[in-house]
Nanobody, 122 residues
Framework: QVQLVESGGGLVQAGGSLRLSCAAS????????MHWFRQVPGKEREFVAG????????YYADSVKGRFTISRDNAKNTVFLQMSSLKAEDTAVYYC???????????????WGQGTQVTVSS
């Protein structure tokens, strides 16, 4: 069992930056592929970024490529999402999620955090 807790969300102006963190419980964090998703009311949850177990492979949605960076610290059981050049359309609740499969879809996630709100004002 893995419990995930996100933090770092908030209100930021367009063009600004935020760093999200997701702390995981348990001693098996390094065995999971970690992802970030986001969701706005009335829309489906969408993929944002993913990172392999070792951190050597990262992948992103086209909408955030070049602006967001996912990273992880297995010693601290934490995954991060550095968000820069934020846009109003990045406003959403951001969730971290864990799975055993790389490049998995939302339906394949085994564990989810509770989410953290990111609001970008234009």
């Amino acid at each position: 069992q893995v419990q995930l807790v996100e933090s770092g969300g908030g209100l930021v102006q367009a063009g600004g930056s935020l760093r999200l963190s997701c702390a995981a419980s348990g001693r098996t964090f390094s065995t999971y592929v970690m992802h970030w998703f986001r969701q706005v009311p009335g829309k489906e949850r969408e993929f944002v970024a993913g990172i392999s177990r070792s951190g050597g492979i990262t992948y992103y949605a086209d909408s955030v490529k070049g602006r967001f960076t996912i990273s992880r610290d297995n010693a601290k059981n934490t995954v991060f999402l550095q968000m820069s050049s934020l846009k109003a359309e990045d406003t959403a609740v951001y969730y971290c999620a864990a799975t055993i499969r790389i490049r998995a879809g939302v339906q394949d996630m085994n564990y989810w955090g509770q989410g953290t709100q990111v609001t970008v004002s234009s």
